[in-house]
Nanobody, 115 residues
Framework: QVQLVESGGGLVQPGGSLRPSCAAS????????MPWYRQAPGKERDLVAL???????NYAASLKGRFTISRDDAQNTVHLQMNSLKTEDTAVYYC?????????WGKGTLVTVSS
């Protein structure tokens, strides 16, 4: 059973930074794309960023320049560096992966941006 486990969320003031991580129980090289999603209270789950197996990255237009996604297949982890955080970035952040025809989601890590 593949597991994805997020960590690194928390409470941060506006303008601050966080770097959530997603650890996979299997080799991340088994996944083509490794995206992060987020879901704010009362809203749908939206794509934040993704990184392909070849290291190509893509971001939600509103987040480009503040967030950076990276993957370390040697450590089976995916990171999301979040800078200049705003109150509207408050959400549960999830990592996702699809391998061998099945979808896998982590349980999420809560990021709260508040003064």
């Amino acid at each position: 059973q593949v597991q994805l486990v997020e960590s690194g969320g928390g409470l941060v003031q506006p303008g601050g930074s966080l770097r959530p991580s997603c650890a996979a129980s299997t080799s991340t090289s088994d996944f083509c794309d490794m995206p992060w999603y987020r879901q704010a209270p009362g809203k749908e789950r939206d794509l934040v960023a993704l990184v392909t197996s070849s290291g190509i990255t893509n971001y939600a237009a509103s987040l480009k320049g503040r967030f950076t996604i990276s993957r370390d297949d040697a450590q089976n982890t995916v990171h999301l560096q979040m800078n200049s955080l705003k109150t509207e970035d408050t959400a549960v952040y999830y990592c996702y992966g699809r391998t061998w025809g099945r979808d896998y989601w982590g349980k999420g890590t809560l990021v709260t941006v508040s003064s």
